[in-house]
């Protein structure tokens, strides 16, 4: 069933939030500051600039996290879930032509697409703040910062496989120590320098801005550093229902974070040189060892969660469309979200060690890093917007008085992160337009492939009517033939009818719909029609977060009486594609080659399916689009 998105709230939910919906806005205080404030160290840094930035921080928390995703976007859940696709998901029920559908589509597909590049480049950047804080300790170990790092996120990413289950217990007490720290060491300094906290006015953000122009505008591309990770609280919100993620984040995260950047802040003014690593020199100097350690531990939580992120969507993009199969293993056997995907933690680990190697530093990657969040936050809201106007009923009015300054808010962040792409920001660029390109291409290209099976093939009626009075042998056995379309005669059927004459006893016509909702209930999953004499049209449902499982869905239907299958009497029957250009081809030669290429290397449908691969019979389908 899906998740309850007002779940009741337990300690051990809320210590959970932390550790996996939190890991990664918890730990921009490491880089936030510093990088907002480097644009203006040449001459020095006033008081008041300090204090402009500290307030653009604290405002882009507060109308951002607080007011954006905490009090307004949590409200569109799909049935329990959120995330990117599940919100372009609730957006599209709402279209009424195929063309909106399509531009709903391409929102959601670039979200997910920049969501990827994000999910690269957060451990990079995350881990190597950390071990930056080796420098302020010994400014000799400089030259080990890059391979320690390298040596982090190597073990991280190969000990994937193992699942987050076994160390998950310890990600909310470690997060819930660094927050207690964060909010600890923010509050002593401050309390030498109480003046800090004149920067909760929105007065000194607007002066700064009013002042700077267009410098103002550049340093909020530094500046929405701090909110990076807020996409995590609507996407894990089926994880730990809505009310934990927003006590947690009023009572505890969002207070430690505020004390922090107003404890680096009373620093700065009290010493402006430690702009070189404010977060670091907070700490008293016997502490900053073992504050390095619990950074990188946090850091390391932060990066799993992006990374069971990437799995989540990168799943969830296979289950609606946009991706060819991958192969995906459980890591529990109780817990259905946890998940390894080979491929995909592959590519992200080379797009992390590259990151580091081009990099090198945690300030020059922050320009790559703003932009990819930006555009996940535009998106976001755009597919809100739809929502709200068109599922929940809210009036133009409405809409323009809610979301009208949040999307000039997300404009503004995005352009001015926009401006950082010589610097850098054209890494999530790269990252998102190849991933776009991959999940369009395969999109379009299976529309396409769909649509020349129903022109080609022979409707299922028809063959019906004719089977009376045709010759045709029935031999004994089960046959299950997996087709795309419910209402068209399968390929492998009339290649096995053409080569071997003959037609089992029982026959299975089974079609896979994915729906746009997480999981399926049981009495939704199957529906079964019967259409002839011991011929049966069976159709089973996945929700986008579900896995498919062909004989063990069968299995029930079989115990429940409504259809008769052994699965050792049974024979799988599939067709495999190959792809061909047509006499007018309906893609581009590029497209049609990155479709077919994509195709080839698809996980083959008996893995997928989880069909036993000596019962299987493939077929060879040729198809011109």
């Not at 080979?342 to 992390?352: E, F, T």
């Not at 599922?391 to 809610?402: C, I, K, S």
């Not at 259809?563 to 081809?585: C, H, K, N």
């Not at 019962?615 to 040729?622: K, Q, W």
């Amino acid at each position: 069933m899906s998740a309850d998105p007002n779940r009741k709230l337990t300690t051990a939910g809320l210590i959970g939030v932390l550790g996996v919906v939190y890991g990664d806005i918890g730990t921009s205080p490491l880089y936030a500051l510093k990088a907002a404030l480097s644009h203006f160290t040449e001459g020095g840094i006033e008081d008041w600039e300090v204090l402009g930035i500290l307030s653009l921080i604290f405002w882009s928390l507060m109308l951002t996290v607080t007011i954006k995703y905490v009090l307004i976007v949590m409200r569109a859940d799909n049935r329990g879930e959120g995330g990117i696709m599940a919100l372009m998901a609730l957006a599209q029920r709402t279209a009424t032509r195929p063309r909106g559908r399509l531009m709903i589509a391409f929102l959601g597909i670039a979200g997910a697409a920049l969501f990827l590049g994000d999910g690269m480049i957060t451990p990079a950047i995350s881990v190597l703040a950390a071990v930056e804080g080796l420098e302020v300790i010994e400014p000799g170990l400089k030259e080990m910062v890059i391979p320690i790092s390298l040596g982090v996120l190597l073990a991280l990413f190969l000990v994937q496989w193992r699942g987050t289950g076994s160390i998950g217990a310890l990600f909310g007490p470690i997060c819930a120590v660094w927050f207690a720290v964060l909010g600890t060491l923010g509050l002593m300094e401050a309390l030498h320098y109480p003046a800090v906290f004149a920067a909760l006015s929105p007065h000194y953000a607007v002066q700064f801005c009013v002042h700077y122009h267009l410098a103002a505008f550049i340093a909020m591309g530094s500046v929405v550093l701090a909110v990076t990770g807020a996409e995590a609280l609507y996407a894990d919100m089926g994880h730990f229902g809505r009310k934990p993620i927003q006590l947690a984040w009023v009572a505890f995260v969002l207070p430690a974070l505020t004390l922090n950047y107003m404890g680096q802040g009373a620093l700065l003014l009290r010493d402006p040189s430690a702009i070189e690593n404010p977060f670091f020199l907070l700490a008293p100097e016997w502490f900053r060892f073992f504050l390095v350690i619990l950074a990188t531990m946090a850091t390391i939580i932060a990066s799993q969660a992006m990374i069971s992120g990437a799995y989540s969507i990168a799943r969830q993009c296979v289950q609606m469309g946009f991706s060819p199969r991958l192969e995906v293993r459980h890591t529990s056997a109780t817990e259905e979200g946890q998940i390894y995907m080979p491929q995909v933690n592959s590519a992200l680990l080379i797009g992390v060690i590259i990151l580091v190697l081009e990099f090198r530093d945690s300030e020059a990657l922050a320009a790559a890093y703003g932009l990819a969040v930006t555009g996940t936050f535009l998106c976001t809201t755009t597919l809100a917007l739809i929502v709200f106007h068109r599922q929940f009923g809210w009036n133009r009015a409405l809409l323009a008085l809610v979301f009208g300054p949040i999307l000039l808010l997300d404009i503004a962040y995005f352009i001015a992160t926009a401006l950082k792409i010589p610097d850098g920001g054209y890494v999530p660029i790269l990252i998102g337009a190849v991933a776009f390109t991959l999940m369009y291409v395969w999109y379009r290209g299976r529309q396409l492939l769909f649509a020349r099976i129903r022109q080609d093939g022979l409707p299922l009626a028809s063959f019906l009517a004719r089977l009376p009075q045709s010759r045709t042998t029935r031999v004994p056995g089960i046959a299950v033939f997996m087709t795309g379309q419910a209402d068209h005669l399968p390929g492998a059927l009339l290649h096995n009818l053409k080569h071997n004459k003959v037609l089992h006893e029982r026959v299975l016509f089974v079609t896979v719909l994915n729906e746009d909702i997480p999981q399926v209930a049981p009495e939704r999953r199957s529906e079964v029609t019967e259409l002839a004499d011991r011929i049966h049209r069976v159709i089973i449902r996945y929700g986008f977060q579900e896995s498919p499982d062909i004989p063990r869905d069968l299995e029930r239907l079989h115990q429940a009486q409504f259809i008769t299958y052994e699965p050792m009497q049974a024979s799988y029957f599939l067709g495999r594609e190959t792809i061909v250009s047509a006499a007018v081809p309906r893609m581009r030669g590029w497209q049609q080659w990155l479709f077919t290429v994509m195709s080839r290397n698809s996980l083959p449908a008996t893995e997928f399916f989880r069909i036993p691969p000596d019962r299987v019979v493939e077929l060879g389908v040729r198809i011109a689009i």
